[in-house]
């Protein structure tokens, strides 16, 4: 059974531009997480899904950054306009219930410059 | 707030020797469940152990095996018999019974096992 999988595996954009990444859940997980790890420092929990629905987005920076799971499937993350300060590694997660172990994928390196 | 510290950013350790990691946190909450996840360079995070707050006896899986002080709010992983395979960045996290599973995370420990 294939694992989490997340695209592009590293994207660099110039300050301004729009980047789209995308996570791919193991089958059948409702739960999809995104974090995100800024250089040297800890992850940070960004927002859950369950299925379609956002259940928790309290981790959101701020408005630049738009969440979606259209269907309950594949779930994207867009930042418009990014900023220097969104540079970082971005961790998709899954897991069948809310309480289940998360199934990470390996990341998406954001580089803004 | 819920915060988890790692104050060990670096460390190594001899093949087939032991050594322990620190994880430190701090929540008013009483029910949680405790983890430390295992980065290897380049490959995704796994979960290493896993331990539940309301459990007294310490969480073991094959060499891993965890030490937890929930009045110190403490939680360290110990690994025995280090093999070249367990160099990875190790990440200690926790998350409250109440919530939706969310992870929060201290700033990990990179180890290196040695030949």
């Known amino acids: 059974e294939a694992g989490v999988t997340q695209f592009p595996s590293h994207s660099v954009i110039e300050k301004g531009q729009t980047v789209t990444l995308r996570c791919d859940p193991i089958?059948?997980?409702?739960?999809l997480y995104w974090y995100r790890r800024v250089m040297g420092k800890e992850i940070k929990f960004l927002l859950h899904?369950?299925?379609?629905?956002?259940?928790?987005e309290s981790g959101m920076p701020n408005n630049r950054f738009l969440a979606e799971r259209t269907g309950g499937t594949y779930s994207t993350l867009k930042v418009q306009p990014a900023e220097l300060e969104d540079s970082g590694v971005y961790f998709c997660a899954s897991s069948h219930g809310s309480r289940s172990e998360q199934y990470f994928g390996p990341g998406t390196r954001l580089t803004v410059t | 707030a819920q915060t988890v510290t790692q104050s060990q950013p670096e460390m190594s350790v001899q093949e087939a020797e032991t050594v322990t990691l620190s994880c430190t946190y701090d929540t008013s909450e009483s029910n949680y469940y405790l983890f430390w996840y295992k980065q290897p360079p380049s490959r995704q995070m796994i979960l290493v152990i896993r331990q539940e707050a309301y459990k007294q006896q310490n969480a073991t899986e094959n060499r891993f095996s965890v030490n937890f002080q929930k009045a110190a709010k403490s939680f360290s992983l110990k690994i025995s018999d280090s093999q070249l395979g367990d160099t990875a960045m190790y990440f200690c996290a926790f998350t409250l019974s109440s919530n939706t599973g969310k992870l929060i995370f201290g700033q990990g420990t990179t180890l290196q096992v040695k030949p």
């Open positions: 089958s059948g997980h409702d739960n």
């Open positions: 899904f369950v299925k379609e629905s956002k259940q928790d």
